[in-house]
């Protein structure tokens, strides 16, 4: 049989679309074979066929978002994933509904070539790139604790501490048209921001 696909998403826009599009194909197969597969088998099977098939450089984070679907607080420990729902109050989903704005840049990248210049820079032991991502993952838990809080402003400017420490992975993360974006929006009273996935263009 053929299978059709369509996302209304560009390609390249940082929004995990392909492996959002590999879960979804998975699951559809899975159904039609009559296997019924948990939410994080199916994230597994689609990190493997993008990173052991495909050649695709990057983590599982993706996967697991849209295998499970909702807002998680995720630990990565080598290949080993924990997962938890976050239970967020009503008001802090409706705040998060109506003051949260997805742009995208116009600019379409491969995260996988993002993620190599990162994976270089740390491996190479390069203190601004170790040092930024020590720093992201005492945000990620600082995020966590605002959002259960409902301290929203809070979590906008966290928003703009991690991007300033993704900034420093590596110099194609950003560039000027991405900053202009960022400026034009602080200046009309935006409280933070980041680019979506490894940035470098796709999503703000």
Known sequence: FTIVTQSTAPPGSGLGTSAS????????LARYARK???PYELAELASAIERQELKIRGGKQDH???????????????EEVKTSALRLSQDTQFELEKNLV?????????????????????????????????????????????????RMEEFGQLMSENWENQK?????????????????????????????GAGGGGCL
Do not use: W
Request: proline share 1%; charged share 20%.
């Open 64 to 78: 697991y978002a849209s295998a499970l679907g909702g807002i998680s607080f995720m630990e990565f420990r080598g």
């Open 36 to 38: 019924y597969l948990l």
């Open 102 to 150: 997805l742009c995208y840049t116009g600019k379409s990248r491969l995260s996988g070539d993002i993620h190599r210049n990162v994976v270089e820079a740390y491996t190479g032991g390069e203190s601004k790139t170790v040092n930024a991502i020590e720093t992201m993952k005492e945000i990620t838990l600082k995020m966590k604790d605002a959002l259960l809080s409902g």
């Open 21 to 28: 599009m590999g879960v979804a194909l998975l699951a559809a």
């Open 168 to 196: 420093r992975l590596h110099p194609s993360v950003s560039n000027n048209d991405i900053e202009r974006l960022f400026e034009l929006a602080m200046e009309q009273g935006a409280l933070g921001g980041k680019a979506c």
